[in-house]
């Protein structure tokens, strides 16, 4: 069975991480959520908090290889917090290292630029982080979702069903030997 890690923590945009963890676990694979904390993590909906949601393991607990795959869902307030904490960045790498998907949507791009795995690759993302994502090298597109090698990546909520269907279809191809950091 395949295994998909979810990396998130306060302030995901709740869809963007609902969504495509049904999506995968309606096509049989077995989804975590991992954040730094452990316990549990609070969703933003509609510029409110939301719900929350069961860490299932913390950063500390896993590595990349224990999963098939990595997927990181927005929100504003998420990404900011996991491109400041090391042991996120260096999970994200690793799964880049392995040649193993990595898929974000919208805001969830954002730890990747830390990671310094997006120069030379095509991606999307929300439009306001165009800039912030050339200057680091990658190839900014506005297309509802972009697959490179491996690496997927969706602009906003609105493109969650062409995101996901290419999510699922990621994780089942596998590894990439495409893939780089």
Same mark, same amino acid.
């Given at each position: 069975?395949?295994?998909?890690?979810?990396?998130?923590?306060?302030?995901?945009?709740?869809?963007?991480?609902?969504?495509?963890?049904?999506?995968?676990?309606?096509?049989?694979?077995?989804?975590?959520?991992?954040?730094?904390?452990?316990?549990?993590?609070?969703?933003?909906?509609?510029?409110?908090?939301?719900?929350?949601?069961?860490?299932?393991?913390?950063?500390?607990?896993?590595?990349?290889?224990?999963?098939?795959?990595?997927?990181?869902?927005?929100?504003?307030?998420?990404?900011?917090?996991?491109?400041?904490?090391?042991?996120?960045?260096?999970?994200?790498?690793?799964?880049?290292?392995?040649?193993?998907?990595?898929?974000?949507?919208?805001?969830?791009?954002?730890?990747?630029?830390?990671?310094? !795995? @997006?120069?030379?690759?095509?991606? /999307? &993302?929300?439009?306001?982080?165009?800039? +912030?994502?050339? %200057?680091?090298?990658?190839?900014?597109?506005?297309?509802?979702? !972009? @697959?490179?090698?491996?690496?997927? /990546? &969706?602009?906003?909520?609105?493109?969650? +069903?062409?995101? %996901?269907?290419?999510?699922?279809?990621?994780?089942?191809?596998?590894?990439?030997?495409?893939?780089?950091?």
């Amino acid at each position: 069975m395949k295994k998909v890690a979810i990396l998130a923590t306060d302030g995901f945009e709740e869809v963007e991480l609902t969504s495509p963890k049904q999506a995968l676990e309606n096509a049989g694979v077995q989804v975590d959520i991992v954040s730094p904390k452990s316990g549990e993590i609070k969703a933003w909906a509609d510029g409110n908090w939301s719900e929350s949601y069961k860490v299932d393991k913390t950063l500390s607990e896993v590595n990349a290889s224990d999963y098939h795959s990595l997927m990181l869902p927005g929100g504003v307030i998420n990404p900011d917090q996991l491109r400041m904490n090391d042991d996120a960045i260096k999970f994200i790498q690793t799964f880049f290292e392995q040649k193993k998907p990595v898929s974000a949507i919208c805001h969830g791009v954002q730890p990747l630029i830390d990671a310094g !795995v @997006v120069n030379g690759r095509k991606l /999307t &993302s929300y439009p306001s982080l165009r800039k +912030d994502l050339e %200057n680091a090298g990658a190839n900014w597109v506005d297309e509802e979702v !972009v @697959v490179d090698e491996g690496f997927t /990546t &969706s602009r906003t909520p609105d493109d969650l +069903d062409a995101f %996901n269907d290419k999510l699922v279809e990621e994780v089942m191809e596998g590894k990439h030997e495409e893939q780089h950091a």
